[in-house]
Each structure stands twice: as structure tokens, then as C-alpha cells.
């Protein structure tokens, strides 16, 4: 079975990418053979549907569209904004990001769901209206509405508006009962592989509202995260002792003969070099990191930090 990494920062390490994804193409020899890439999400920076991460992605929106494209890679843009109002759907920069990645599409997504383009979304608002005005793209249920009692996530899969859907990531290891999803639900799933939130945090969604308030520009104080470990940041170290964590030997081992091939990578508020290292953990054999990381760190454009 093949696995499907959708990989974070589509407009925020936009230079990584470009150096990155010629190695990818070039150098299968590098990459584990059962992997691909799903996608590439992100939003830019000053978005008004945007959600999740406040963005800070500054790369030319038709670069990045070409870029992928060429490289034949579904882009998503994160517009999980859960604050939307009906006055915002008429913002022009919004509008005009879908109209350029819908044209972008390869093909559209009634022949291939490779490469057509995506958005991540929360507002059914928002869904409802890009579905009427930009009908190529697919949609994904954005892990943003914080779907953690499984009853509400199955339905959430049984939408026919969405191709994939993004649970909490303390529904993870909730094995009994993902096992008991049809085969067809299986493939809609995608998991956040490598959360870094505290996992009994109870406060997750109105993290998740602060940052839609601040898309919208509204003035509002900074969420105070209510983990334990706050302080320290995001540390892949500290992810990988998380309760929900999903490491590669857990795709290989459980996900994938179970029938899961989607896994969702977080990381848009990170640096590049952050995202280097779960690019080499997840995609790359161990005999070959160090061969990655030199033709990264040695290619001339790119600023790792």
C-alpha cells in the first residue's frame, strides 16, 4: 500500500520545497519506496479565511502554483478560519488565490484526485460557497473543529462533501474503533502524525478560535496556552513521547495493514530546518539522511533558519 504524506508550508518554505522536491524526483534511490507525497498545504500570510496557524507565508502565490504543478502535487490552501462571516467571502485575495489554484489544476478532480487542488476547510459557510463559485477543487475537514468523540467523527466521514477528514489527534490510537470503519471511510482518514499540544489539553478549539480572530484582524490578546510544557515550544522530541504520536514503524506496522494511507504532518509555524527533519524522518532510509541533508544544506539559495 502506498502512504500519503500531506506535508505542511506550502507558502511559507516555498525555498525548501523547490530545492527539495528535484531531490524527491531525482533521487527515489534516497526516499522509502512506499511513500509519496499527498500534498501541500499552507496558506499566505494577511489571509482572511486562514486558520489553524496565523500565516506568515510571504512566496509569489503564482510561483508556488507553478512549482507544484511541475512537480505534480496536489496544493491546499488552509482556509479553516471558524469565525467567517458572510462579508468576508467576498475578500478579494481570498478570491483571487482560488480562482489562480483552481486554474492551476492539472486536471480536474472528476478524472484524477492526484493533482487537482484542494482547501482545507472548517465553515461550512465558506465550504458551501467555494464549492458553488470554484467547483474543481476537493475539500478536507480540517482537524481545526477538533473531532474528538468518534461518533461525531464518523459522521463527519460520511459527508460526501469532503474527500478527507483530519480527527483530533487523541483519536489516534482509539484502535477498537477505527478498526470497525469501512474500508471506504479508512481511505477519507487522515491523521496528524506529529502533534507536539498537551494531550489532555481541553482548551484546543479556543486556541484554534484566537487564531481565526486574528486572521480576520480583530484585536485581541494572545492565547494563553494552557499546556504544562508551554514554555519549551515545539520540540520533535517532545512530540515523539506524545500519547497520540504516529511514528514511521507505526505506519508501516499498524496504519498501513489496517488500511490508513493518509498522514498529515504539522509544522507551518515551524522553521525550515524543522521541516527538514521530519521530511528525513518520515520519507527518507536511514542509509541516506545525511546524503539529503548535505544537498539541502549546501544548495546555495536556500536560508534553513
Given at each position: 500500500?502506498?502512504?500519503?504524506?500531506?506535508?505542511?508550508?506550502?507558502?511559507?518554505?516555498?525555498?525548501?520545497?523547490?530545492?527539495?522536491?528535484?531531490?524527491?524526483?531525482?533521487?527515489?534511490?534516497?526516499?522509502?519506496?512506499?511513500?509519496?507525497?499527498?500534498?501541500?498545504y499552507g496558506a499566505p500570510s494577511d489571509c482572511v479565511w486562514g486558520g489553524g496557524r496565523v500565516g506568515f507565508g510571504d512566496a509569489d502565490p503564482e510561483t508556488v502554483a507553478a512549482l507544484m504543478k511541475e512537480y505534480g502535487i496536489s496544493a491546499r490552501?488552509?482556509?479553516?478560519?471558524?469565525?467567517?462571516?458572510?462579508?468576508?467571502?467576498?475578500?478579494?485575495?481570498?478570491?483571487?488565490?482560488?480562482?489562480l489554484f483552481e486554474n492551476s489544476n492539472t486536471m480536474p478532480p472528476s478524472k484524477t484526485g492526484a493533482t487537482s487542488n484542494g482547501v482545507i476547510i472548517h465553515s461550512d459557510l465558506l465550504l458551501n460557497?467555494?464549492?458553488?463559485?470554484?467547483?474543481?477543487?476537493?475539500?478536507v475537514s480540517s482537524t481545526t473543529k477538533v473531532l474528538t468523540d468518534f461518533e461525531q467523527f464518523k459522521a463527519e466521514l460520511n459527508r460526501e462533501e469532503f474527500r478527507y477528514v483530519v480527527p483530533d489527534f487523541r483519536l489516534n490510537k482509539q484502535?477498537?474503533?477505527l478498526n470497525t470503519l469501512t474500508d471506504a471511510q479508512k481511505q477519507k482518514v487522515e491523521f496528524l502524525c506529529n502533534e507536539c499540544c498537551w494531550f489532555g489539553c481541553y482548551d484546543r478549539k479556543k486556541c484554534y478560535e484566537n487564531v481565526s480572530?486574528?486572521?480576520?484582524?480583530?484585536?485581541?490578546?494572545?492565547?494563553?496556552?494552557?499546556?504544562?510544557?508551554?514554555?519549551?515550544?515545539?520540540?520533535?522530541?517532545?512530540?515523539?513521547?506524545?500519547?497520540?504520536?504516529?511514528g514511521i514503524e507505526d505506519i508501516q506496522n499498524v496504519y498501513a495493514p489496517a488500511g490508513f494511507s493518509h498522514f498529515k504532518i504539522e509544522g507551518r509555524s515551524l522553521g525550515s530546518a524543522i521541516i527538514l527533519e521530519f521530511l528525513l524522518y518520515y520519507m527518507t532510509k536511514p542509509e541516506y539522511q545525511l546524503n539529503v541533508r548535505e544537498k539541502i544544506y549546501l544548495d546555495s539559495t536556500l536560508d534553513l533558519f
Amino acid at each position: 500500500m502506498k502512504i500519503y504524506y500531506h506535508l505542511p508550508g506550502l507558502f511559507e518554505f516555498y525555498d525548501l520545497y523547490k530545492v527539495f522536491l528535484p531531490l524527491f524526483r531525482k533521487h527515489r534511490e534516497f526516499f522509502y519506496d512506499w511513500c509519496e507525497i499527498g500534498s501541500i498545504y499552507g496558506a499566505p500570510s494577511d489571509c482572511v479565511w486562514g486558520g489553524g496557524r496565523v500565516g506568515f507565508g510571504d512566496a509569489d502565490p503564482e510561483t508556488v502554483a507553478a512549482l507544484m504543478k511541475e512537480y505534480g502535487i496536489s496544493a491546499r490552501l488552509t482556509f479553516s478560519n471558524s469565525l467567517l462571516r458572510e462579508e468576508h467571502l467576498a475578500d478579494k485575495n481570498c478570491n483571487a488565490m482560488c480562482r489562480l489554484f483552481e486554474n492551476s489544476n492539472t486536471m480536474p478532480p472528476s478524472k484524477t484526485g492526484a493533482t487537482s487542488n484542494g482547501v482545507i476547510i472548517h465553515s461550512d459557510l465558506l465550504l458551501n460557497y467555494i464549492k458553488a463559485k470554484y467547483p474543481e477543487f476537493y475539500f478536507v475537514s480540517s482537524t481545526t473543529k477538533v473531532l474528538t468523540d468518534f461518533e461525531q467523527f464518523k459522521a463527519e466521514l460520511n459527508r460526501e462533501e469532503f474527500r478527507y477528514v483530519v480527527p483530533d489527534f487523541r483519536l489516534n490510537k482509539q484502535f477498537e474503533k477505527l478498526n470497525t470503519l469501512t474500508d471506504a471511510q479508512k481511505q477519507k482518514v487522515e491523521f496528524l502524525c506529529n502533534e507536539c499540544c498537551w494531550f489532555g489539553c481541553y482548551d484546543r478549539k479556543k486556541c484554534y478560535e484566537n487564531v481565526s480572530r486574528k486572521s480576520l484582524g480583530e484585536a485581541c490578546a494572545d492565547h494563553i496556552c494552557i499546556s504544562p510544557d508551554a514554555p519549551r515550544g515545539y520540540r520533535f522530541s517532545d512530540a515523539m513521547k506524545n500519547p497520540g504520536f504516529i511514528g514511521i514503524e507505526d505506519i508501516q506496522n499498524v496504519y498501513a495493514p489496517a488500511g490508513f494511507s493518509h498522514f498529515k504532518i504539522e509544522g507551518r509555524s515551524l522553521g525550515s530546518a524543522i521541516i527538514l527533519e521530519f521530511l528525513l524522518y518520515y520519507m527518507t532510509k536511514p542509509e541516506y539522511q545525511l546524503n539529503v541533508r548535505e544537498k539541502i544544506y549546501l544548495d546555495s539559495t536556500l536560508d534553513l533558519f
